[in-house]
């Protein structure tokens, strides 16, 4: 059983441009939360998706968002890239009722 | 009050001793508090989690103490082993979907 998968491992963009990164949640997991981990710093909660709708938000800006597919699948996008978007972001899925979140390896954004 | 807040900063404990890091909130609507372990260049991995309406629960070295009055829990691994180096980060959620708080963690460091 494939535990959650995150794609790519790495990657580097150019300030103000785009990025998408894409998370596939454990098997039997319906819901799909991304979190922001700068270098040094506890992860921050940016979204959570459930049945393909943000269900919650943390305190990021518009320039972040995101989808989830009917496969539960999801994508972190994020435009106008910042140098302070450099971070590593983790996606975690979590199964209906209990309340354990399961990360991925994380995608390390560095932002030039 | 959203705040989870997380000590010590960084732990050097001998092979074999006992590590202790604690955690304190403030939000009392939060009834799910879960421990992570996070190795360089991974994503946090769940370690051992404990709801308030009991105040220890252990798993095998690992053992979560909770304080509800105090709003305070804390992380104690016995015999701690090399293999322990990590960063621990201590996290709550509250009911509904479960967006996690994480406190700035804590590097561990077990000598030999």
């Known amino acids: 059983d494939a535990g959650v998968t995150q794609s790519p491992t790495h990657l580097i963009k150019t300030r103000g441009q785009q990025v998408t990164l894409r998370c596939s949640p454990k098997?039997?997991?319906?819901?799909v939360s991304w979190y922001q981990q700068a270098l040094g710093q506890g992860p921050q909660f940016i979204f959570q998706y459930y049945e393909e709708e943000e269900r919650q938000r943390g305190n990021f800006p518009d320039r972040f968002s995101g989808h989830q597919f009917p496969n539960y699948s999801s994508e972190l996008n994020v435009n106008a890239l910042l140098l302070g978007d450099s971070a590593l972001y983790l996606c975690?899925?979590?199964?209906?009722?209990?309340?354990?979140?399961?990360f991925g390896q994380g995608t390390r954004l560095t932002v030039v | 009050q959203q705040q989870v807040k997380q000590s010590p900063q960084s732990l050097i404990v001998q092979k074999g001793g006992i590590s202790i890091i604690n955690c304190a909130y403030e939000?009392?609507?939060?009834?799910?508090f879960p421990w992570y372990q996070q190795f360089p260049g991974k994503g946090p991995a769940l370690l051992i989690a404990?709801?308030?309406?009991?105040s220890e629960k252990k798993e095998g070295r690992f053992t979560i103490s909770f304080n509800k009055s105090a709003k305070q829990f804390s992380l104690h691994i016995m015999d701690s082993q090399p293999g322990d180096s990590a960063t621990y980060f201590c996290a709550a959620s509250a009911p509904g979907r479960r967006a996690l708080t994480f406190g700035s963690g804590t590097r561990l460091q077990v000598q030999p």
């Open positions: 939000n009392t609507a939060f009834d799910y």
């Open positions: 098997s039997g997991h319906d819901t």
């Open positions: 975690a899925s979590s199964p209906v009722g209990p309340a354990e979140a399961f």
């Open positions: 404990i709801r308030p309406d009991v």
